[in-house]
């Protein structure tokens, strides 16, 4: 069952650890390389400020963005500030989130996000802890997926094979975690699946495109693609 006030917790806590993380950089560091491809650590940051408005808007029922050009626009415009701009960014935009989540709503009503996709919007919070927890690591601060709540790298194990499971492009998989857990994705069910094992952080990292799985075993067959997120 999904409880979104204790994923909003979640967020609040995650939002604290990168804003007190980031905090320990300067100016430099910001306008360095993140993690992902082609940004700095300024995309990023701006990124996770636009995404708190984003999800507003779609707790109140407008569109995500307003066209995936602006989208990406608000985040070039964003990246070059400084660090105290990009905190404080960061910090309203989380806090006009929280205050959202807090207000009386009907969590089992539909919302819609990006391109056509649609989800309960008690499970909002938990997209947002995916962006806030993701992202810290590719700040690259030393905040790394083994560092990540046990309790979110579960969930998101969950979340992103339930995203694959079917996908004709994926071929079937168990996937099962060491210290235990296991979840089905990929193919067509009935299929002949590959079983894919190993730590929990690294099965975190193959599905979210932070590693490439080199860490896992694998029997049954290579190692499945996926495509991007």
Same mark, same amino acid.
């Given at each position: 069952?999904?409880?979104?006030?204790?994923?909003?917790?979640?967020?609040?806590?995650?939002?604290?650890?990168?804003?007190?993380?980031?905090?320990?950089? =300067?100016? #430099? *560091?910001?306008?360095?390389?993140? +993690? @992902?491809?082609?940004?700095?650590?300024? %995309? /990023?940051?701006?990124?996770?400020?636009?995404?708190?408005?984003?999800?507003?808007?779609?707790?109140?029922?407008?569109?995500?963005?307003?066209?995936?050009?602006?989208?990406?626009?608000?985040?070039?415009?964003?990246?070059?500030?400084?660090?105290?701009?990009?905190?404080?960014?960061?910090?309203?935009?989380?806090?006009?989130?929280?205050?959202?989540?807090?207000?009386?709503?009907?969590?089992?009503?539909?919302?819609?996000?990006?391109?056509?996709?649609? =989800?309960? #919007? *008690?499970?909002?919070?938990?997209? +947002? @802890?995916?962006?806030?927890?993701?992202? %810290? /690591?590719?700040?690259?601060?030393?905040?790394?997926?083994?560092?990540?709540?046990?309790?979110?790298?579960?969930?998101?194990?969950?979340?992103?094979?339930?995203?694959?499971?079917?996908?004709?492009?994926?071929?079937?998989?168990?996937?099962?975690?060491?210290?235990?857990?296991?979840?089905?994705?990929?193919?067509?069910?009935?299929?002949?699946?590959?079983?894919?094992?190993?730590?929990?952080?690294?099965?975190?990292?193959?599905?979210?495109?932070?590693? =490439?799985?080199? *860490?896992?075993?694998?029997?049954?067959?290579?190692?499945?693609?996926?495509?991007?997120?």
């Amino acid at each position: 069952m999904i409880d979104h006030a204790h994923d909003l917790a979640s967020v609040r806590e995650a939002t604290d650890r990168l804003l007190s993380a980031a905090a320990t950089l =300067d100016n #430099a *560091a910001v306008a360095a390389p993140s +993690r @992902l491809p082609g940004w700095t650590r300024g %995309h /990023v940051l701006a990124h996770l400020a636009r995404n708190a408005d984003a999800l507003v808007n779609v707790l109140q029922g407008r569109p995500m963005y307003a066209s995936a050009e602006a989208r990406e626009a608000d985040i070039e415009q964003g990246a070059p500030r400084p660090l105290e701009a990009q905190l404080a960014d960061v910090r309203e935009t989380a806090a006009r989130f929280q205050a959202e989540g807090a207000a009386p709503a009907d969590w089992s009503r539909t919302v819609e996000l990006r391109n056509g996709v649609t =989800d309960r #919007a *008690a499970r909002i919070p938990f997209r +947002r @802890l995916i962006e806030v927890e993701l992202h %810290h /690591v590719d700040l690259g601060v030393g905040y790394e997926l083994e560092d990540l709540p046990k309790e979110f790298t579960e969930r998101e194990i969950g979340f992103l094979t339930e995203r694959f499971s079917g996908h004709p492009d994926v071929a079937p998989a168990t996937v099962t975690a060491d210290g235990g857990g296991s979840w089905t994705t990929g193919g067509a069910a009935g299929a002949a699946a590959v079983e894919v094992r190993g730590p929990a952080a690294e099965l975190l990292g193959w599905l979210c495109g932070r590693r =490439d799985g080199s *860490a896992l075993t694998v029997t049954g067959g290579p190692l499945p693609k996926l495509p991007p997120l």
